[in-house]
């Protein structure tokens, strides 16, 4: 049987998780989440990175720094996971939906300007499959509408866009905040984990205090006030110390794995024609120029949801768990009365007609053939 994922492990996990133990401090904030959080600003250069349970909690961040208020617009894909969407809506904030592109399921950037009106406060970008959102068009919006850009980047550790200017800058750090996830399913991971990006340094002071729990405690702890107290809204979005140990085992291996990951995703690449390109029509992932391919996924967009269903069956037999997506949040039972009823024909194609492939460290890709 190949699963469509198993999470890696780089077996120094229970060493550390060990380690961060016997040093007696298990709560958030201690040694393993700055180790983290200087590992993310050393080999990415990110501004400022705080360590979050999820990547919907660092979301949920975003949403308390960017003070969404009822009312305010958000532009957000409809072809996301749930989370982008709903923490922008925990804060009373109206979804605009965007549709993706025709060739990447990815915000189609041409489309975002048609939905700014008075009331928009933010575009969420998703850089689908860690591949880009062309990021230089939605800055140019952005700063023509004084508009914030949160980039969730769940998907996208170690994977870049450069611009028009020549510069290759990593995903997370180019809008004012960025998000990570560290959740199983993801190239690094710690079970339930994620990352705020703080690339605005207006927002530096106050995030640390949203991290922890609406107090200066962070302040305090550095030795720079000499109480700590309840000074603005939060909650509790650091992870615990077991949490951060076992990520710290994962990043000291990036490179095995990314590498072990773009492997697989080339020799699908290479081969996804031959194997199947007979008996089904359909379209490999697109990477733009501007774009790098961090081998999170690698996915499939049949002619039909027929077909779709075809090969999904013919896999299962051979042992084979391929798997959908998303389904439009522009069309889920939560959000559907909300929407409006603008039709997002790319966002509803990639729910009924993409296939995502199994690709995990340990996939042995000789069974297929
Ligand atoms: C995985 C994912 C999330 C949610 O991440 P969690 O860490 O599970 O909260 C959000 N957005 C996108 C695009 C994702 O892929």
Redesign the pocket.
Known sequence: MTPFNKPYLSGKELHYIKEAVSSGHISGNGLFTKKSQAFFENKWGFKKTLLT???????EMCAMLLDIQPGDEVIIPSY?????ALAFVRQGASIVFADSRADHPGINEDDIEGLITPKTKAIVV???AGVACDMDKVMVLAHKHQLFVVE????AIDSYYTGKDGIKRPLGSIGHLG?????E??NIQCG???LLAINDERFLKRAEIIWEKGTNRAEFFRGEINKYGWVDTGSSFLPSELNAAFLFAQLENLEVIQNRRKEIWQWYNTHVQTLWGSQYDFTTPYIPAYATNNAHMFYLVFKDPEERTRFITDLKSKSINPVFHYLSLHKSDYYKDKHGGRDLLNSDRYTTCLVRLPLYYEMDFRKFT
Request: proline share 0%; with cysteine; net charge negative.
């Open positions: 349970t999820s990547c919907t909690d660092a979301l996301t996971f749930v989370t982008t998703v850089h689908y969730d980047a769940a998907q998000t990570f996830s560290f959740h399913t993801k339930e984990g994620g």
